[in-house]
């Protein structure tokens, strides 16, 4: 069983709606890193998060969700682009410990100063472009309630979310209202279809949304409704690391500090925080870093340098 993402609609209603499975990909991120259990939970309903808000958003670029955090997690990270290929990771604090139990608020809120960010870094920026970035504060219990209070600030769209993540599987559910053409009612529009289906899909627990594929998902919630299925796309794990964007990285830094760490360190060794790559830099490649106007020249794989 593959990663799936399948949209829907329900006939003669202005309701959209879309489920997620990953598997493959979660394994992918919990491969390298081993998470205490509330964490794994957290970071994985964020990665279905963030291929539900990329499929249904239709935007062409790369969309970032993070929780910055004031407790025992520090950073949760989870990107995805438009053709569902995504990577996550998080950060703890030093020495933090994690009750079995813990909550959201405990996990990430604890002082009250975390912090919830969405960016959208577009594939094709026009020059000096920044990206759009969104902030919200951390009000609620899940990360699917944080979400939902941003998309109606941010969108003005009624938008529910059911999420819920184990070491197996990642799973979500969007619900999402349309707005109607200028506030007038659609002729044949079935004016409760938002609340009706809504109140179906509270009935999800967790325990249900992990353990029932989501077609299954969808046939016991809306037997009754004549529900329009589209095209299912699958979402991947996908690192786009690369030894530039490593070396871009070193020239933010800027010499001095750069070469600081090379006197100390002998060389600079940098993993990915996404997939463990390694890159290493010594002296002559960090020379030639910050020789060159091109750090694609400069970051040439060993052979093809011309030192
Ligand atoms: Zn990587």
Redesign the pocket.
């Known amino acids: 069983m593959s990663d799936t993402l399948q949209k829907f609609m329900f006939d003669h209603s202005l309701v959209r709606g879309e489920l997620v499975e990953l598997s493959e990909a979660w394994q992918h991120v919990q491969q390298r890193r081993s998470y205490p259990a509330p964490v794994n939970a957290l970071l994985g309903e964020m990665m279905a998060a963030a291929a539900l808000l990329s499929a249904n958003l239709k935007f062409n670029g790369t969309i970032i969700m993070q929780i910055h955090g004031d407790g025992p997690v520090k950073l949760l990270v989870v990107e995805c682009d438009a053709s569902l290929q995504l990577r996550a990771t998080a950060k703890l604090s030093d020495g933090a410990t994690v009750a079995d139990d813990a909550d959201l608020q405990q996990l990430v809120n604890l002082h009250g100063h975390g912090r919830f960010a969405i960016t959208l870094d577009p594939a094709d920026k026009l020059p000096g472009q920044q990206p759009y970035q969104g902030i919200v504060a951390l009000d609620g219990d899940s990360v699917a309630t944080v979400i939902e209070n941003y998309m109606m600030r941010s969108e003005q769209l009624d938008t529910r979310l059911w999420l819920a993540a184990d070491a197996g599987v990642a799973r979500g559910l969007l619900l999402q209202k349309l707005p109607s053409d200028g506030g007038k009612p659609v002729a044949g529009e079935d004016a409760d279809a938002w609340n009706r289906t809504v109140t179906l899909a509270s009935t999800l627990g967790r325990e249900e949304l992990l353990s029932t594929s989501i077609m299954t998902l969808l046939e016991r919630l809306y037997w009754e409704e004549t529900v329009r299925v589209f095209e299912p796309r699958h979402p991947a794990f996908h690192?786009n690391?690369s030894r530039e964007k490593v070396g871009n990285m070193l020239r933010l830094l800027g010499r001095a500090e750069v070469d600081d760490a090379l006197a100390e360190l002998g060389k600079l060794e940098i993993d990915?925080d996404?997939?463990g790559?390694h890159y290493a830099f010594d002296k002559v490649d960090c020379m030639q870093l910050f020789s060159t106007d091109s750090v694609a020249e400069a970051v040439q794989p060993p052979g093809r340098q011309q030192h």
Do not use: Y
């Open positions: 690192c690391c990915c996404f997939c790559q």
